[in-house]
């Protein structure tokens, strides 16, 4: 019996240097194919952008995000020039304080090949949410054919259901400007349940985070709370899965966001309506301006709420900004250029006629890729939002006036999938 032994050294997303460590018994005569890129880029399910940069790194190692009891496919086009590879699939786990990294395979899959593409099929069976990375193997060695036209689809095994938590935080109530609290919860409930309709929202509880049976000490209701600025954490994570509705979107309502002209902040694809990590979504009923604060109307509240909801469920601006895409990690770039909007034949874009307006928005801090937010921009900017077609889109990314809003029927399909997928 023949031992293989790999040690590869790999910068991950938190950028650090760490070692892959394996060995593999050779029974089965395959070589274990360690990911041996940066795993910068990556890919979550039911993503219709191009992501041409997880094509081109995909043999070499990509990130995927999966969760318990998934389906998942990943397929490309055939390169009628090599022969198919093996896609081989890794758990990723950080140590503690994510300085070191390990890779453990989990999965060596053959493809299906079906209309000029390989298809790669395969259920994750972890307990929780998990990421993966990828190697394509050909020969023992790194697949050298084509990949394009990458596509990672996934169907869940759970409810079409899910609630909603309003977190209240600070003296949200006596500052609100011309509305209470009971009339914001009823139309951000009206208006959830009219637009996101292809689930369906149970219940809408409504908690105050100094009631919060361990944590209220930290969050006192007699002053307003600026997220990133009151605490170190801007999303609040700890007050998400709130006890005895564990799993319910936790949508955290703030006096404001301490960053200029930003409504509201999520995580792409946040993959959790448990606690922790990426399980909050972020409202301010006020917003930073360059001169001081000002208040924002329930319409927009409620707005921003349900635009920040669907980056938690995976959908993407319907037009990029650069802030969207860039990527920047010790002075290099690692962003992917090729997702200048959401990929969706039913949502138009504002790529050709504004894109390079666009281009200069750019928040005043991105502190963790994939982070999105909803922005106002300035009366007296170049970038006219009239003009794009995507304006009554949901997913557009800056506020409008005088728009009625939607999501299209593929967002809404995208809705319902990965609400399924996060384990809930
Ligand atoms: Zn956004």
């Known amino acids: 019996m023949k031992i293989f032994c790999k040690k590869i050294r790999a910068l991950v997303l938190l950028g650090v240097i760490a070692l892959f460590d394996g060995c593999a018994d050779d029974d089965s005569q395959e070589v274990v194919l360690y990911p041996d890129s940066s795993l910068i880029q990556g890919l979550y399910p039911n993503d219709y952008a191009q992501n041409d940069s997880a094509a081109a790194n995909l043999a070499h190692g990509i990130t995927l995000s999966v969760h318990p009891k998934a389906t998942y496919q990943l397929s490309f086009d055939v390169d009628p020039s090599f022969e198919p590879p093996k896609l081989q699939l890794f758990r990723i786990v950080f140590n503690k304080d994510s300085t070191d990294v390990w890779a453990h395979m989990v999965r060596s899959l053959e493809p299906v090949v079906a209309n000029g593409r390989y298809i790669y099929s395969f259920v994750c069976e972890e307990n929780a949410n998990a990421i993966w990375a990828t190697s394509l193997l050909q020969d023992d060695t790194y697949y050298q054919g ?15 259901n899910f609630s909603i938590n309003l977190i209240l935080v600070g003296n949200i109530e006596e500052e609100l400007d011309s509305f209470t609290v009971s009339e914001l919860s009823t139309s951000l409930l009206q208006e959830f349940r009219k637009h996101y309709s292809s689930v369906t929202i149970d219940t809408l509880y409504i908690n105050r985070a100094e009631e919060h049976p361990t944590l209220g000490s930290k969050y006192p209701a007699n002053k307003p709370w600026l997220a990133g ?5 801007t999303f609040l994570s700890e007050l998400g899965g709130w006890p005895g509705i564990e799993n319910a979107l936790d949508i955290v309502l703030v006096h404001r966001i301490n960053n200029e002209n930003i409504l509201g902040y999520s995580k792409l694809f946040s993959g959790n309506l448990g606690k922790g990590y990426g399980s909050t979504v972020v409202l301010g009923t006020h917003l930073k301006t360059i001169i001081g604060e000002e208040p924002i109307s329930m319409k927009d509240i409620v707005e921003t709420g ?14 990029a900004t650069l802030a969207d895409i860039e990527t920047v990690y010790k002075g290099y770039d690692f962003g992917d250029y090729s997702n200048l909007e959401d990929g969706l034949d039913d949502t138009p874009n504002c790529n050709k006629t504004s894109i390079s307006s666009l281009k200069t ?9 994939r982070t999105m937010q909803r922005i106002r921009i300035a009366d007296n900017s170049s970038f006219k939002a009239d003009n794009c077609p995507d304006a009554s889109n949901y997913m557009f990314p800056v506020t409008v006036q005088n728009q009625t809003l939607s999501f299209s029927p593929q967002q809404l399909e995208i809705i ?3 609400l399924t997928i996060f384990p809930h």
């Open 416 to 418: 319902r999938k990965n």
């Open 361 to 369: 928005i750019q928040s005043t801090d991105i502190f963790k890729p």
């Open 229 to 233: 600025y009151s605490s170190e954490d």
């Open 146 to 160: 084509r990949v394009s036209n990458i596509r990672f689809t996934g169907d869940g095994a759970y409810s079409e």
């Open 306 to 319: 349900l635009h920040e909801t669907g980056h938690f469920f995976g959908l993407r601006h319907t037009t």
